[in-house]
Nanobody, 122 residues
């Protein structure tokens, strides 16, 4: 069983920054991802990081603004979000992939946290 707990969301102005955190229970080397869901929209892929942290993948909409990282000693996953825009407003979820699969296919991730709200005001 894997438990994921996100934190760090909040209200920020356009152009601001936030850092989201995800505490992971259990093994430390899962492939991990962040996803987000805006009101009335489907959940979409944001970023992926491999178990070692050497490989990352980003959605086009956040590439160059967001950075995913991990600290396996602390069992933590992070998402540094810079230059935030109103369209980044969403609930952000941390997910763990325990089997093989595609890095940006959310259906391949077996566990998800409860999410943390990010609101960007214009």
């Amino acid at each position: 069983q894997v438990q994921l707990v996100e934190s760090g969301g909040g209200l920020v102005q356009t152009g601001g920054s936030l850092r989201l955190s995800c505490a992971v229970s259990g093994r430390t080397n899962y492939n991990m991802a962040w996803s987000r869901q805006a009101p009335g929209q489907e959940r979409t892929f944001v970023a992926h990081i491999s178990g070692s942290g050497r490989n990352t993948l980003y959605a086009t909409s956040v590439n160059g603004r967001f950075t995913i990282s991990r600290d396996n000693l602390k069992n933590m996953i992070y998402l540094q979000m810079n230059d935030l825009k109103p369209e980044d407003t969403a609930v952000y979820y941390c997910g763990a992939r325990v089997n093989s699969g595609s890095d940006n296919n959310l259906r391949d991730y077996s566990y998800w946290g409860q999410g943390t709200q990010v609101t960007v005001s214009s």
